[in-house]
């Protein structure tokens, strides 16, 4: 194995002072100059008579069409340039929707990583102690065989859920990898296994899903319809680096005019680019959502006639139950029936249900049955009058000029889009932050139309794909169990679940790494070392791979066939063709998964072809309608599935949400967790949009005692999560890891670039060179995740975080993470 912290050593990090840059920027202005001098002479007649550059010889090699399938999200199609059975270079494919035809650095790069010396060849088996490094190598046989044995061992005395599997954005290709329609999900249901539940991203999938009915990543416009937007808040997402295909469109609206603000704690490339930068206090948004509406309310700004039509609004609360007034109440359908809807209120008095009713009342009380029931929306002017826009300010950090400026920037120069992603997620109060913001879409009726929405785009829109494929299967337990991986320690240390008994004996690890990944990484490490057997698939020896059992190398995404079926970036399927040998003695996970099958006893329900599994896939009414089949996704490397020609798909057009009353819910008359893990839950807080400061890092918060500081976590623009850790070309532009510090803070603390420091708190510590910079204001420190326990100098940023999270939303709250620094 490379080890890159001695090579990253040897990068003269973070020395140059002032003057050096001074003198090195003169000199290279000079050189510049001089280049510029000798491009720019008119020509000679010698140089005019010069031949031209000769032509060079075509060379022989086979293009096939390949799918770059890790989640970025941008699920890139690629040509896969192919010389005497090697990849010698990837270039951009033509996509089905040419709109969408661009591929990055990390699409460019790939031959570093099918030939890496990284890559595993052959099944390993542990001989050391976990963790140890120490590695025997056995045959497939062998493997699958011992595995299935200590598998089944631990099945028959605990029952199929003591075994769980887990997955993530290694890979989201639909056959082979992690995606929803690939056959690892019809093998977790034949086997019954529980499922590690990943707990990120979880706050804006939840908000948005749960306030306008849409299914994971699912509530936002087609991203090239930002076109038509006239304003586009980027608020709490970092487009420029982790969606890049996104921000061709945004960069585009922004120079057709559109106006363009960045919401964001640190300054970026976004912030660069807009028309106004807007530094929040970090976990603020919420308060900042609702001293929005608050302005709007007072200017009269907001949107009553989707308000009315289009919301939740006009349905009366009954106080003792928190639910709506339905037809039962009235005595006039059956409680609990599909005819049982909730009623409005006409200006008489009168209730009906809203088709018989035109224009509702919205805002008021009214008495039924002894009982006074209030509009929903009553019940949100009262949240938003709790928040002032002074308030608004205080709690945020942001001017009350300048938040009366959002709001009517926002509300006025519709239609406004709100790019977000998960920079307001990553917090024990994300949950909370996004259901102000998406009410404050809502009342401004900036959802349901082009140029409007909020969310992340998923462009499913169509039902194209037949799930059967994944769950016509029998399944030996009648509910699969999540085990959230916040609570690994419970469930395999403690082994407690829920306050019951739960026994979580082994885990089958493929396309994750929580090692890296999950927060409060001692405890992961911990909860893996206790599991009785941990199998890990995975084309590098990842660090949850060093502490498996069983190691099992699968090939790269260019040897076996598979079809990308997950898009955000983009609104095309992209096919891989099988265009290399799978190297050494890899194997495809599509296979991987068929010999376990097959060993474990359920070999008769995987008797599938990859290209059998598409065609499964691909056998419904929507995909025939929109020409989707094998043979023309094998021939064209991709194909639309949005079936509305050039027309932008638009999530809940017109107002139309895919929830029971059609209507968006500010107001949840149920509000469900996102899991069953059951701590004290506090509905009180849920019912209606609601606020309160981030867990660790709000400003009153205790653990600011002792660890001043918040650590806020980057992605990476050169790799998406630790992929691409061991591509030498990305290496050579981005050698290390920083710690960034602000030059506030580093004056206070004592610290220059360069200097090598640590940044810990409780739970743990990272060492790495600071990188002062203006970017980072007062009180925030960061560092791109990603880098690998051998790349970092000593600990690992995955140390830092808490496994604290809110119980309703159950998300990992990485930027909740308050730390202390000194020099190392
Ligand atoms: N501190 C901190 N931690 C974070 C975050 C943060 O912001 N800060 N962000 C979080 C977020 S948003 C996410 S989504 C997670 C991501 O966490 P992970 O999804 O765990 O990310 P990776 O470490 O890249 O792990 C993916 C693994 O899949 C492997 N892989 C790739 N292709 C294949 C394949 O075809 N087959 C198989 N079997 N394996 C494959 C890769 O080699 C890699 O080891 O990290 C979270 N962790
Ligand atoms: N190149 C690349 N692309 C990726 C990934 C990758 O690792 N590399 N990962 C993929 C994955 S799994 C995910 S989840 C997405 C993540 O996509 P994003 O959510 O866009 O993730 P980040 O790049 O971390 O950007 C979050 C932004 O929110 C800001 N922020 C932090 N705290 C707050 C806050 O309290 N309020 C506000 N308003 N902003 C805040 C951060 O400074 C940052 O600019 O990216 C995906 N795309
Ligand atoms: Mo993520």
């Not at 998923?458 to 509910?479: I, Y």
């Amino acid at each position: 194995m490379k080890n890159y912290h001695a090579a990253h050593q040897a990068v003269p990090s973070g020395t140059l002072t002032r003057r050096s840059f001074l003198k090195g920027s003169a000199a290279a202005a000079a050189a510049a100059s001089t280049a510029g001098l000798v491009a720019c002479a008119p020509k000679g007649p010698e140089e005019a008579a010069k031949p031209a550059v000769p032509t060079l010889e075509p060379v022989d090699e086979d293009v096939y069409p390949g799918s770059c399938r890790s989640f970025c999200n941008g699920g890139c199609s690629l040509n896969l340039h192919v010389r005497d059975g090697k990849l010698v270079r990837t270039s951009m494919r033509k996509l089905d929707d040419p709109a969408y035809n661009r591929i990055c650095q990390k699409g460019y790069t790939h031959p570093y990583r099918v030939y890496s010396s990284e890559r595993l060849t052959a099944p390993l088996k542990r001989v050391g102690e976990r963790g140890a490094g120490e590695w025997e190598q056995i045959t497939w046989d062998e493997a699958i065989a011992e595995i299935a044995e200590k598998w089944t061992a631990i099945t028959d005395e605990f029952g199929p859920g003591a075994m769980a599997a887990g997955g993530l954005t290694g890979n989201f290709g639909g056959v082979g990898g992690n995606g929803t329609s690939s056959i690892y999900a019809r093998f977790k249901k034949a086997t019954g296994m529980s499922t590690l539940g990943n707990a990120v991203d979880a706050a804006t999938k939840y908000v948005c899903s749960r306030m306008m009915g849409a299914s994971y990543f699912n509530t936002a416009n087609e991203p090239k319809d930002l076109a038509n937007a006239k304003t586009i808040f980027i608020w709490g997402a970092n487009p420029a680096v982790s969606q890049m295909q996104v921000m061709h469109f945004i960069t585009e609206a922004h120079m057709n005019g559109a106006n363009l603000v960045t919401i964001d704690p640190l300054y970026n490339a976004n912030a660069a680019l807009s028309d106004k930068y807007v530094p929040i206090r970090s976990a603020t948004d919420g308060a900042l959502a609702l001293g929005m509406m608050s302005v709007i309310l007072e200017n009269g700004w907001e949107d009553v006639d989707f308000i009315t039509n289009h919301t939740v609004a006009p349905f009366l609360v009954k106080p003792d139950t928190h639910k709506f007034l339905r037809l039962s109440d009235l005595g006039k359908a059956e409680a609990g029936s599909d005819a049982d809807v909730p009623v409005v209120m006409n200006a008489d008095g009168t209730f009906d249900t809203p088709e018989n009713i035109a224009n509702p009342v919205i805002e008021g009380t009214a008495e039924v049955d002894g009982q006074t029931v209030t509009t929903a929306y009553s019940l949100l002017l009262d949240r938003i009058s709790e928040w002032p826009v002074d308030k608004a300010s205080e709690a945020t950090g942001i001017p009350a000029a300048d938040i009366e400026e959002l709001a009517r920037l926002y509300a006025c120069e519709t239609p406004s889009t709100i790019h977000t992603c998960f920079g307001a997620d990553h917090y024990y109060n994300g949950h909370w932050n996004y259901s102000c913001m998406v009410a404050l879409a809502l009342i401004t009726g900036n959802v349901g139309k082009s140029g409007a929405g909020i969310g992340v785009c998923n462009s499913a829109g169509t039902n194209a794909l037949n799930m059967k494929a994944v769950t016509d299967v029998p399944s030996p337990v009648e509910k699969t169990k999540t085990v959230l991986a916040l609570r690994l320690e419970d469930a395999i240390v403690n082994r407690t679940y829920n306050d019951e008994p739960m026994e979580l004996r082994g885990m089958y690890i493929a396309c994750v790494n929580p090692v890296a990944n999950v927060a409060d990484r001692t405890k992961t490490i911990e909860a893996m070392k206790a599991l009785d057997l941990l199998v890990v698939t995975d084309m590098t020896m990842s660090e949850t791979a060093e502490y498996a059992d069983y190691v099992l190398p699968c090939c790269h995404w260019f040897e076996c066939e598979d079809l990308m079926s997950m898009m955000i970036m983009h609104s095309c399927l992209v096919y891989q063709a099988p265009a290399l040998e799978p190297l050494g003695e890899s194997k495809s996970d599509f296979d991987i998964i068929k010999l376990l099958a097959e060993a474990l006893g359920y070999g008769e329900h995987f008797q599938f072809t990859e290209k059998e599994w598409i065609e499964m896939l691909l056998d419904t009414d929507d995909a025939r309608s929109m020409g989707l089949s094998y043979d023309a996704l094998k021939e064209k490397g991709s194909l639309k599935r949005i079936p509305t020609d050039d027309k932008p798909y638009v999530f809940a057009e017109g107002g139309v949400f895919p929830t029971t009353t059609k209507r968006a819910a500010f107001y949840l008359e149920d509000p469900k967790a996102s899991n069953d893990y059951k701590p004290a839950w506090d509905f009180d807080k849920e019912y209606l949009p609601y606020w309160e400061e981030a867990l660790e890092v709000g400003v009153h918060s205790p653990a600011r005692e002792n660890y001043p500081l918040q650590l806020i976590s980057e992605h990476s623009r050169f790799r998406t999560h630790v992929q691409w850790y061991d591509v030498e070309a990305l290496l050579e532009v981005d050698a290390e890891q920083y710690v960034y510090i602000g030059p506030e803070d580093a004056a206070t603390y004592g610290i220059a670039s360069g200097d090598k420091v640590k940044v810990y708190n409780d739970r743990g510590y990272l060492v790495a060179h600071a990188l002062v910079r203006p970017n980072n204001p007062p009180g925030i420190l960061s560092a791109v995740k990603g880098w690998t326990a051998k790349q970092s100098i000593d600990g690992h940023l995955s140390n830092l975080g808490t496994t604290q999270s809110n119980g309703f939303c159950a998300n990992q709250p990485f930027n909740d993470c308050a730390v202390a620094i000194e020099k190392a």
